[in-house]
């Protein structure tokens, strides 16, 4: 996994970004921690609900983005585990924001044919809330061409957790014995299985952490670190993290021409 970035996107226009991309070259799975909405909130003075609103904004601009260039899945980590933690209000507004959004986009994602997959410990969320993306969910599961996953009341750890549970039930009621558990089989019990793995994570406002996001499934992920926060993030810093991604080497593990013997390790 690299670390590397390209130079400031400010040094391209949208059209010369969008002329430099390969669509052979292009990740089919993009996740996204969208970080620091709180603070582009507090630089302006306003409330912190405020910079999560903009939040859904930038959201939809990314998600139009990925699309428009052909990348099929889209995961965001919208309410992790953690995050109940925060004071009550803050958590009752991101609640109110999460029905909001659903409410606005259920039937664009019906128009644009996208599913929605909402992946986490879910019943910890408010039962209204439950059954909107719920419905939601189940009104999009046919789609297949475009995905977005979205993690509520989620933790990466939590979902191995659960997944070992599950297997382990299995393996008591005789469905399969410990030989037969490998990586592939693993995966079948995690809640992103059917998806390909991310080939990139993008991680806005300066942080450079996983935040226990998808731990399993971005063992071999490139990852991409902004200092942008997540309002600001755009069609524009969309693209410079696609045209960075694409000029990166992906070996998983193997060798490549450049790292014979002849150029040392």
């Known amino acids: 996994m690299s ?6 996107p400010d040094q391209f226009t949208e059209a010369e970004l969008l002329s430099q991309l390969d669509a052979h070259l292009l990740p089919q799975h993009v996740a996204i921690i969208m970080d620091g909405n709180g603070r582009w909130a507090a630089l302006r003075g306003l409330p912190r609900i405020e910079g999560h609103r903009q939040g859904l904004t930038a959201l939809r601009e990314v998600l139009d983005t990925c699309h428009e260039v052909g990348i ?6 919208a309410f992790s585990h953690e995050n109940w933690n925060r004071p009550a209000a803050e958590v009752s507004m991101l609640m109110h924001l999460l029905d909001d959004y659903l409410t606005q986009e259920r039937q664009g994602f019906q128009d644009r044919q996208i599913r929605f997959l909402p992946i986490g410990r879910l019943e910890k969320l408010p039962t209204s809330v439950q059954r909107l993306v719920q419905e939601v969910a189940d009104e999009t599961q046919h789609f297949t061409d475009r995905v977005l ?6 933790g990466g750890r939590a979902e191995i957790v659960d997944a070992v549970k599950t297997l382990v039930k299995d393996i008591q009621l ?3 014995s410990e030989d037969q558990i490998d990586e592939n089989l693993f995966e079948q019990y995690l809640s992103t299985h059917g998806l390909p793995d991310p080939d990139l994570l993008i991680r806005t406002s300066g942080e450079s952490r ?14 991409y670190f902004t200092k942008i926060l997540w309002p600001d993030f755009r069609r524009h810093e969309t693209l410079a993290a696609l045209l960075d991604y694409q000029n990166r080497e992906r070996r998983f593990g193997r060798v490549t021409q450049a790292d014979s013997p002849q150029s040392g390790l």
């Open 210 to 223: 996983i935040s226990n996001f998808l731990p399993w499934q971005i063992a071999y992920t490139e990852l």
């Open 174 to 176: 005789g469905a399969l």
């Open 149 to 154: 996953t979205v993690a509520l009341s989620y």
């Open 3 to 8: 670390h590397s970035q390209v130079a400031s």
């Open 72 to 77: 099929p899945n889209l995961t965001i980590y």
